[in-house]
């Protein structure tokens, strides 16, 4: 194919595209009325994000969205932004930062190529089916001639797939792996056929749990689609700004991004309440896949034992099952997971950094990640909450 009929676009904003254009790319899959393998590239969030002022001028999330035309067509995207800090990543390189800056480079503005606020692993080069190659070529080069001829120092594709990852390695940049807690759906046909996949001892311990989860005095009820309401998100708002404030100091998303996702995005969604005389006293946000629950937000205005486990784990396992989704990615961090039956998974990331000194430094940082990050997720696995096959237990 001849190269020289590749135009490759930077956009200020995604309303510089129509929506069929950008899904062709970012979600072919869901074009026969399907869901998408995931939300967070689809048109509909991303727009949600960029008109809700959750990114944009004052954020340092500054849209720069690559787009990708062969012959007049749009045949690859890439939802990137100039970062003029490392906030709402979860692929930490604050370390990174200091260390440049200390030598006396300019970190920031750097450029990321994410779904932003969202440690969920999905295609960051999207392009529509049969240019997969062309696509993800143009975009990872278009992306760091940009940073190369404006003297950025960086560029960094997060939660890429797997697949991805090995193509952009291949490609000249450097692989990052790092690990999340994932609950993977063995055919369960419900919760008590996961809780006989478990050890004794903590297939007790979930029971009690859930059990301890359900005195608070309430009910706990799901809501999706038409089913959500206004009223739900001003609850909702109340747990994420206080669950926000204690995390990153401020929260993420603007109030009215809830109201946008809710008139586009209904379907897209799972709110699990826990409720007394029908007022929510604690929430978990789920976002739903093809194949995937992403547990995203939860937050509260009264404590009580084990409500946490119940709405963003437990129910989210229930809503899988019911759904015949593969598995549950529950966000960031965490390894009291584990306990709970998400085992660790590795996620990858991609970077690109200028500096030739400073990126030799970074490969071999990552060289030695690589390695501490393989042990950490093989050693827990092999000692995790399911029963050994060739263990016979005392039911």
Same mark, same amino acid.
């Given at each position: ?211 301890? &989860? +359900? ?5 706990? $009820?799901? %809501? ?7 009223? !739900? *998100? ?97 966000? &960031? +961090? ?5 306990? $709970?039956? %998400? ?7 991609? !970077? *690109? ?43």
């Amino acid at each position: 194919m001849d190269q020289t009929q590749v135009e490759v676009r930077v956009l200020g904003s995604l309303s510089q595209v129509t929506a069929a254009d950008w899904d062709a790319c970012a979600c072919p899959e869901a074009l026969d009325g399907g869901r998408p393998f995931d939300p967070f590239t689809t048109h509909r969030f991303l727009s949600a994000l960029e008109e809700s002022g959750s990114v944009g001028p004052g954020t340092g999330w500054q849209p720069q969205y690559l787009t990708v035309h062969l012959d007049g067509q749009m045949v690859a995207a890439a939802p990137m932004y100039a970062k003029s800090h490392s906030q709402g990543e979860y692929i930490f390189d604050h370390n990174w930062a200091h260390a440049y800056e200390h030598a006396g480079g300019h970190y920031y503005p750097k450029l990321q190529i994410a779904a932003p606020f969202t440690p969920a692993t999905g295609r960051r080069f999207l392009t529509r089916p049969g240019y997969e190659t062309i696509g993800l070529s143009a975009l990872t080069q278009g992306a760091v001639q940009l940073a190369s001829e404006n003297d950025i120092s960086s560029l960094h594709i997060t939660f890429c797939t797997e697949a991805e990852a090995e193509a952009g390695t291949q490609m000249g940049l450097m692989h990052r792996t790092t690990q999340q807690f994932h609950w993977l759906n063995d055919a369960y046909s419900d919760f008590d056929g996961f809780l006989a996949a478990l050890s004794s001892r903590k297939r007790k311990n979930l029971r009690k749990e859930r059990r301890q &989860a +359900q005195e608070f005095g309430g009910e706990i $009820r799901t %809501y999706s689609g038409a089913e959500l309401r206004p009223d !739900h *998100w001003d609850a909702f708002w109340t747990f994420y700004q206080d669950t926000g404030a204690r995390k990153w100091g401020s929260p993420y998303l603007t109030r009215q991004f809830f109201d946008l996702a809710q008139q586009t995005m209904a379907d897209d969604m799972a709110l699990v309440f826990a409720e007394r005389g029908g007022i929510p006293i604690a929430g978990a946000l789920n976002f739903i896949g093809r194949e995937t629950l992403y547990g995203r937000y939860w937050g509260c205005i009264e404590h009580h034992p084990c409500l946490h486990f119940e709405l963003c784990y437990y129910r989210a396992i229930d809503l899988a099952i019911a759904q015949g989704l593969k598995r549950v990615e529950a966000g &960031a +961090q965490g390894e009291h997971k584990l306990a $709970r039956g %998400y085992l660790p998974t590795q996620t990858h990331s991609l !970077h *690109w950094v200028g500096d030739p000194n400073f990126a030799d430094a970074i490969a071999r940082y990552l060289d030695a990640e690589r390695d501490a990050i393989s042990d950490e997720i093989e050693l827990p696995t092999e000692y995790g909450p399911f029963r050994k096959p060739d263990v016979e237990e005392q039911q």
